[in-house]
């Protein structure tokens, strides 16, 4: 099969993630294996960070290049997290002309059998969620042609990953607010019966079960919920106050 099928068939294989149900982590994996196949790699690995900007290793090829990976976080040190920083790919990073910039990412990346390394940002409209890392036994080139293959791979990614994440948040936001909304039908049977034993107004009988759910540190739903099964006598309320 030749490079532009091949290409075809990875893009296909990676927009997968735009439909509903997919594996994240199936994602990311897949990610890291196309990449070193299409690009020559050795070796690659997936930092990617968590909805509060703390990186985590994601993904990897080998062990080696996760061990390598969790080192770089845990010495603050490496391409991987100035491409984090500043947005920008660092590709073509001969070891042997970085000792001084970062000599503890230089060390072990030796000592784990790589001599040259790139970073690729995982990117959407200036925002930075991630980075694909490449390792190369020797010493490796990429062409621009290359880079902008590898940025379009991890783009792709992202677009999927940030799809779920929006997927995710809106169904955090849709129980929300369905539960807001359920409290609210409680709160308003509620209402109707503290205003009705307790010979007050509806808005009245809302301040002092607010009162009691602030004074009690409770939810004002389940207030309600007891008010309306007998659990709380609404004549409690009214006690209480005075």
Known sequence: MNRELRLAEVFVELADTLVDDYDVIDLLHTLCERSIE???ADAAGLILADQRGVLHVMASTSHEAKLLE???LQADE?????C??????????????????WPKFRAATIAAGYRSTHAIPLRLRGQVIGVLNLFCAERATLSETDVSLGQALCDI??????QERIVRQGEVLAEQLQSALNSRVLLEQAKG???????IAVDDAFVLMRTHARRNRLQLGAVASAVIDGTINPSEFTTKQT
């Open 38 to 40: 299409l690009l020559h």
């Open 70 to 72: 969790l080192f770089v």
């Open 78 to 82: 490496g391409p991987c997290l100035d």
């Open 84 to 101: 984090y920083t500043t947005g920008e790919q660092m590709a073509n990073l001969d070891l042997d002309e970085v000792e001084e910039r």
């Open 157 to 162: 990614a992202t677009v999927g990953l940030l």
């Open 193 to 199: 019966i503290i205003s009705e034993r307790a010979g």
